[in-house]
């Protein structure tokens, strides 16, 4: 028996219980993981507290990250006790995720952990930590090196956002990081080796297609105006790394940065990239991440303690990574 939070849908509304469940109950899956944590993200937030159309299937185990250690497995790839860590591939939404002691899933959607890395440390990077690697590996293959200039990241502050600062000033890279927040965020964006903080009132306001050039590349995890905002700001033969959309799907620019300043616009997805690729973002994340990252603020909860972090979360009152010990 295990136990899991599990969320229903009665009268249009979501239902969150936790209930102890056996191995019957779990979906069909390649490799069955005992599950050390997972973490509430705010599409999590979303799911349980029923305020986003998240989860696709009822009844549904949320959790879109999951790290633990390989219980058995039909595929070669993995053996009794490997320890493996999941992100993304729609776990959480339409296939039971990561908020339960037990999981089943496709051998393909898992990665190894790291050498050295711990699951707890797994789940304060999650999906966001590693989107922000892919990011940064976008600008490295696109040719931009740090004595080309200074990289702009937008929202900053958030996960995408603070992993992809910290692994930038790693790599020696100079970086301009822009938050919402300047004077609440300003003293960790610093510390995690963003030399300029910039508010992020200055990137909202209309953009025109080409403005002064600034940045040698950039990773924008908000998109819309602010990206137009970022593109119009570009050095000749940049690039951009793109991966958000809270700003909205429309891009309000023209193809002139592209033309006239042959700018580079990547998309990045960590779902939709090679495993080779994954594997190779997790281990050079666990090289590169120094040890004050993991020193930022991180609540540990328990299951039974996460509808109420997941009201926070949606709220806007919670502080950094919240994991979930399983």
């Known amino acids: 028996m295990f136990d899991a939070l599990i969320l229903n849908q009665e009268d249009k509304r979501t239902v969150v219980t936790i209930e102890q469940l056996d191995e019957s109950h779990l979906p069909e899956g390649e490799v069955l993981i005992a599950v050390d944590y997972s973490s509430l993200n705010y599409k999590d937030g979303l799911a349980i507290t029923g305020k986003g159309k998240i989860i696709r299937n009822f009844p549904m185990v949320p959790g879109i990250d999951l790290a633990g250690q390989v219980i058995s497995s039909d595929d070669a790839r993995y053996q009794e006790g490997d320890s493996v860590v999941l992100t993304g591939w729609g776990v959480g939404e339409n296939h039971w995720g990561g908020m339960a002691q037990k999981a089943s899933l496709k051998a393909d959607w898992l990665v190894p952990l790291p050498q050295g890395f711990s699951s707890k440390q797994a789940m304060m990077v999650g999906t966001a930590g590693l989107t922000a690697m892919l990011c940064v590996q976008a600008l490295i293959d696109a040719g931009i090196k740090p004595e080309d200039g200074t990289i702009l990241v937008t929202g900053a502050s ?114 939709s990239c090679p495993r080779e690729k994954r594997i190779a973002a997790w281990e050079k994340i666990a090289q590169l991440l120094p040890a004050h990252y993991f020193e930022q603020a991180c609540t540990e909860i328990t299951l039974n303690e996460a509808p109420q972090y997941a009201e926070k979360i949606t709220t806007g009152q919670n502080t950094g990574r919240v994991v979930i010990k399983l």
């Open 158 to 271: 958030g996960g995408v956002g603070s992993v992809a600062v910290t692994l930038l000033s790693q790599l020696g890279y100079k970086v301009a990081a822009v938050t919402g927040r300047v004077e609440q965020n300003g003293p960790l964006l610093e510390k995690l080796g963003a030399s300029q903080i910039i508010d992020r009132n200055e990137f909202e306001e209309p953009a025109r297609p080409l403005e002064k050039q600034v940045w040698a590349g950039a990773i924008d995890t908000v998109g819309s105006k602010v990206l137009a905002k970022v593109l119009s700001q570009m050095d000749y033969n940049s690039a951009v790394a793109a991966c958000g959309l809270a700003g909205g799907f429309d891009l309000p620019t023209t193809v002139m940065p592209f033309i006239l300043r042959n700018v580079r616009l990547q998309g990045v997805d960590s779902v």
